[in-house]
C-alpha cells in the first residue's frame, strides 16, 4: 500500500503478483525481401480479483495471437501486423472478499477482447564517419 500525507491522494493498492510471460514465434521467408510471421504469447494471472481494475489486465490468465508480414527492400522496411489477446472466460470478481481500494473498480466479470493492426516504415541511412573508415583500415 502506497499513501501520502495528502488526504486528496488516493490509496495506491493492488496487490500484484509476479508472473510469468512465454513468448514464442516463427518467421519464413516466402522471397528474398519477404517474410511472414506467426506468434503466441500466453501472460500468467498478475492481477489481484480483490482489487480489480478496468484499466490494465484482467486478474486472470491473457493470451495472444499474433500474425504479421514483412517486405525488406534494401533501405527501407515495412511491416504489418495483427495481434488478438483474450482472456478466453473472463474473472468473475465477486463482491464478497473485494479490499478497500479508491481506485479500483466493482464486482463483476472482468475479460479482454482486444485487436491491435500495426504499421511500421524504417530507412536505413548511408551513415558515413571518418571514424568507422578509419577503423576499417
Not at 500468467?44 to 490494465?56: D, R, V
Not at 517486405?71 to 501486423?81: F, H, I, K, S, V
Request: with cysteine; glycine share 10%.
Amino acid at each position: 500500500t502506497y499513501t501520502t500525507g495528502d488526504p486528496a491522494a488516493l490509496q495506491n493498492t493492488f496487490n500484484w503478483e509476479d508472473a510469468i510471460t512465454a513468448r514464442g514465434g516463427l518467421e519464413a521467408f516466402l522471397m528474398d525481401a519477404v517474410a511472414v510471421r506467426i506468434g503466441y504469447i500466453h501472460d500468467a494471472k498478475t492481477g489481484n480479483k480483490a482489487y480489480p481494475t478496468a484499466f490494465g489486465t484482467p486478474p486472470i490468465a491473457t493470451h495472444t495471437f499474433t500474425l504479421g508480414a514483412g517486405y525488406d527492400a534494401g533501405p527501407w522496411e515495412m511491416n504489418l501486423a495483427y495481434a488478438y489477446r483474450t482472456a478466453f472466460d473472463g474473472a468473475d470478481v465477486p463482491v464478497e472478499g473485494l479490499g478497500k481500494c479508491d481506485a479500483c473498480s466493482k464486482a463483476g466479470n472482468y475479460d479482454i477482447d482486444l485487436h491491435g493492426i500495426y504499421l511500421d516504415f524504417s530507412y536505413d541511412f548511408p551513415w558515413e564517419s571518418s571514424d568507422d573508415d578509419a577503423a576499417a583500415e
